[in-house]
């Protein structure tokens, strides 16, 4: 009798020791960890399908720290990212790139950051990525790649996330030479390049801001074919490609905040001259902007950017829809 009581009691005491051990991993279970608060964000949820196709959410479980720069579902529509499906549907490669190239080794509180301009941070795909912090009006804005930060350090027990208002666009190609070589749409601009032999200048360490005019601007200019470029005066056309080049790295966005009113600005080209910038209002936001125009001396009607920000190792490129012109 005395040991079946005996039996008894052990029996209970190791169930009081296994119902302990039960709550003390429950308490260890880290349910804050970067997934899992990409995963409860209802304006995250097309990034969350992004990292998880990638197996990128499968790294962010790790000790870290991490930075992540999450797009908005709306920055993945407006990238043509419409639904879960059209990511599923994508490239693995784009995909697998694009995830890594929005995510920082190591944790990065981007509105503590110096008030420089475009600082060199390295992507944990190994891209660069361009953070500047401004000051406007009293308000402090931090822009990567001239993508604007929405939110600022969402907290995480492995590190933070930045919510950006477009998707950044991981970049192909170490020079603005090679990537306008890359766009279809600009085979005429990138002749005059090597014709008028400033590729040799855009391949240098930079930065340089290319305004590329696709290849119906350059068909209007007068220039139709490649043949017809190679038969033009190198001169002639390093006077026309120079006034479409900026000695410096400059993304949409960053006009509208370093201007000192809000209608527009001026930009110096490398060949001295400045081409006038209109802001565009975005109807949707009061008081924001959604683009720019630019004007040449040249030019008597305003040119278009129809595609911005595409970022490479030694500058950006802007395609727009009309070549800038000293001279009508």
Not at 80 to 99: H, R, T, V
Not at 104 to 117: D, H, S, T, V
Not at 168 to 174: F, G, K, R, S, T
Request: some cysteine; glycine content about 8%.
């Amino acid at each position: 009798m005395k040991k079946h009581k005996y039996f008894l009691v052990l029996a209970a005491v190791m169930g009081m020791t296994t119902s302990c051990e039960k709550d003390d991993n429950t308490q260890n279970i880290d349910n804050n960890r970067i997934p899992q608060i990409i995963a409860d964000n209802f304006n995250l949820s097309l990034f969350n399908v992004t990292a998880t196709r990638s197996n990128l959410l499968e790294s962010l479980y790790g000790k870290g720290p991490y930075t992540v720069l999450a797009p908005s579902d709306a920055a993945f529509q407006s990238a043509g990212y419409l639904d879960n499906k059209a990511i599923l549907s994508a490239d693995y490669q784009l995909i697998f790139k694009l995830a890594g190239y929005h995510v920082l080794q190591g944790r990065y509180e981007l509105n503590k950051l110096p008030f420089l301009f475009n600082q060199e941070v390295q992507s944990m795909s190994g891209g660069k990525l361009f953070v500047t912090r401004w000051v406007k009006n009293g308000d402090t804005t931090v822009t990567v790649n001239g993508s604007r930060v929405l939110t600022n350090q969402v907290p995480a027990s492995n590190g933070i996330i930045e919510v950006l208002d477009r998707v950044l666009e991981p970049y192909a190609h170490n020079t603005v030479v090679d990537g306008v070589a890359g766009e279809t749409s600009l085979t005429l601009f990138s002749q005059a390049l090597v014709r008028s032999g400033l590729d040799k200048e855009l391949a240098g360490k930079g930065p340089f801001t290319v305004y590329a005019p696709n290849n119906t601007a350059m068909i209007a200019m007068g220039y139709p074919t490649v043949q017809a470029i190679n038969a033009a005066n190198p001169t002639t056309l390093a006077n026309i490609v120079r006034y479409n080049i900026v000695a410096d790295r400059r993304f949409i966005n960053d006009y509208f905040l370093s201007a000192s009113n809000t209608v527009g600005s001026t930009q110096g080209m490398i060949d001295g001259n400045s081409v006038k910038i209109t802001f565009v209002p975005d109807p949707a936001s009061p008081g924001a902007y959604k683009g720019i125009t630019l004007l040449g001396t040249g030019n008597t009607s305003p040119v278009n950017v129809t595609r911005r920000d595409i970022n490479t190792g030694n500058g950006v490129i802007h395609i727009v829809d009309q070549v800038l012109k000293i001279t009508q």
